[in-house]
């Protein structure tokens, strides 16, 4: 189901928006549409199921499960595929199957950010300081 939302931009916001839907044969209600859904987060029945069900285990972990888990990163290998097809991608066009292997490794370092955010976000609801103050 849509809704319908009137909206009053200023000019130079509106003239920017009618450009990229020309330049994109677009109606302004795509790319205002398209806009807003880059802007916003991903709501959780957003995300595959699989994910949805790993983040829901992460409430269950202690704390030291979940340092563990705000800690970690991508597989050095799978972190080092992604960056060499991330830079083969802007010189070529990617076969078809080093854009299925782009977009794995793509889910699952998005997979790794999205646990990670999860874990700090429960630390802190816990009474962790997740993050250090940076002094000026």
């Known amino acids: 189901m849509n809704?319908?939302?009137?909206?009053?931009?200023?000019?130079?916001?509106?003239?920017?928006?009618?450009?990229?839907?020309?330049?994109?044969?677009?109606?302004?209600?795509?790319?205002?549409?398209?806009?807003?859904?880059?802007?916003?987060?991903?709501?959780?029945?957003?995300?595959?199921?699989?994910?949805?069900?790993?983040?829901?285990?992460?409430?269950?972990?202690?704390?030291?499960q979940l340092?563990?888990?705000?800690?970690?990163?991508?597989?050095?290998?799978?972190?080092?595929r992604l960056e060499e097809l991330a830079e083969w991608q802007k010189h070529r066009s990617l076969t078809t199957s080093e854009q299925l292997e782009l977009d794995k490794c793509l889910a699952e370092a998005q997979q790794t950010m999205l646990c990670k955010a999860e874990a700090r976000r429960l630390l802190a609801q816990r009474g962790h300081l997740v993050f250090d103050s940076v002094a000026n």
């Not at 000019?11 to 398209?34: D, F, G, H």
């Not at 340092?67 to 080092?80: D, F, G, M, P, Y």
């Open 67 to 80: 340092w563990k888990v705000a800690h970690s990163w991508l597989a050095e290998a799978k972190q080092t």
């Open 3 to 64: 809704e319908s939302v009137v909206l009053t931009l200023p000019n130079p916001i509106y003239e920017r928006i009618k450009i990229t839907a020309q330049a994109n044969s677009l109606s302004l209600e795509e790319v205002i549409s398209q806009a807003v859904m880059l802007l916003l987060p991903a709501l959780e029945s957003d995300l595959p199921l699989g994910l949805q069900l790993n983040l829901a285990k992460l409430a269950l972990l202690n704390d030291v």
